[in-house]
């Protein structure tokens, strides 16, 4: 064990880039998602394992003459653990641990996992600081405030929600990384398009995904994503509209409410055009918009959302995908065509000589 603590630990991520053909050692940390018995076609029982981390996963086939084939078997689902290993990259299969060794993670070390890599955890806690700095810039003070009620609310749960289970943003905390990407896209598109009410685009980045709180949520001490009645039978569309007409009526018994009744534009105009940002981000009714964008700002916000979504979806194709020749990188779902890396950027000319 001693041995082990000497190695390199390494999230599931950065194993994925640095593995190749040739065997080398490193521990990751992870918790089991996933476990099933199985046999081979020959009949031989083996145990397939998904492991998981802040924000990738792999899968692990432990057949019976590997020495560790008992330890796997006793494993439940949501158990943390380390695995240090010779790693192989075999291609088809995926990483290989040779020689794994096998141990549990204290509760120091399992909280650690849970925050995510030091860099990865920066990254959110910046962004969610983003978050909070915009939404403080809002002028209507109904908007400003209702977005300050949620996130005082909301704030724990929000950085534990991830903006999809699989496509983009899929881990916990991608939400925040989401929202707060869009909020510097949105300010930006704001800037060239001054006809685009600012306030209503940032609170409407901020709640057009709020019901996935409920629907993409991790458990507090899992990076699991665990299935509610709730939001299977509303999807969430719905739930967002639910958590902000809940808050705009604790908004409206609020005394400064009081002060809003003659404030222009009326305070029912700017809760609808805030729910209609929310009914209408996903931009088609077959990609389960209840109602498609009808202002501006909803064409704005749908446009930002897919775009940030997208891009995630290259960044993380750039960095794990299959490359099938130089330059090209093999598809991903939902993308239906292979994809090519991006072309280098002209660097800036150096500074004139003094």
Not at 167 to 175: D, I, P, S, T
Request: hydrophobic fraction near 45%.
């Amino acid at each position: 064990m001693n041995d082990d603590h000497d190695l390199d630990l390494l999230t599931l991520s950065q194993l994925k880039q640095i593995a190749s053909t040739q065997a080398q050692p490193y521990r990751v940390h992870a918790q089991v998602e996933q476990k099933s018995e199985k046999t081979t076609s020959g009949g031989a029982p083996y145990v397939e394992l998904k492991l998981v981390d802040a924000a990738d996963s792999m899968v692990w086939r432990v057949f019976d003459n590997n020495p560790v084939f008992l330890d796997a078997g006793q494993l439940t689902r949501g158990a943390f653990i380390e695995l240090a290993a010779q790693w192989i990259d075999t291609g088809k299969y995926g990483l290989e641990p040779k020689q794994p060794r096998l141990r549990l993670l204290s509760d120091e070390e399992k909280q650690a996992l849970l925050n995510g890599d030091p860099d990865l955890a920066s990254r959110q806690a910046a962004d969610f600081d983003v978050i909070w700095g915009f939404t403080a810039e809002i002028r209507d003070p109904r908007l400003k405030m209702l977005c300050a009620m949620f996130l005082e609310k909301h704030g724990e749960r929000f950085k534990r929600t991830a903006a999809a289970r699989r496509n983009h943003h899929a881990r916990r905390g991608g939400l925040v990384e989401h929202v707060a990407q869009m909020m510097r896209c949105a300010a930006a598109v704001c800037g060239v398009y001054p006809m685009l009410n600012r306030d209503l685009m940032i609170a409407g980045v901020l709640f057009h995904d709020c019901g996935k709180l409920w629907e993409n949520v991790h458990a507090e001490n899992s990076f699991a994503q665990p299935y509610n009645l709730t939001a299977e039978m509303l999807g969430h569309i719905p739930l967002g509209l639910e958590v902000v007409n809940k808050l705009w009526r604790e908004l409206m018994e609020r005394p400064e409410a009081a002060e809003w009744l003659h404030v222009e534009p009326a305070s029912d105009a700017v809760r609808l055009h805030l729910l209609h940002l929310i009914a209408a981000h996903h931009g088609a009714l077959e990609f389960g918009s209840p109602v498609l964008p009808k202002t501006p700002e909803a064409v704005a916000l749908h446009h930002v959302d897919n775009i940030d979504a997208k891009l995630e979806m290259f960044r993380k194709a750039y960095e794990s995908g299959k490359e099938l020749a130089p330059g090209i990188i093999e598809k991903f779902v939902p993308w239906p065509v292979n994809i090519v890396a991006p072309l280098p950027m002209v660097p800036p000319p150096p500074p004139p000589a003094e």
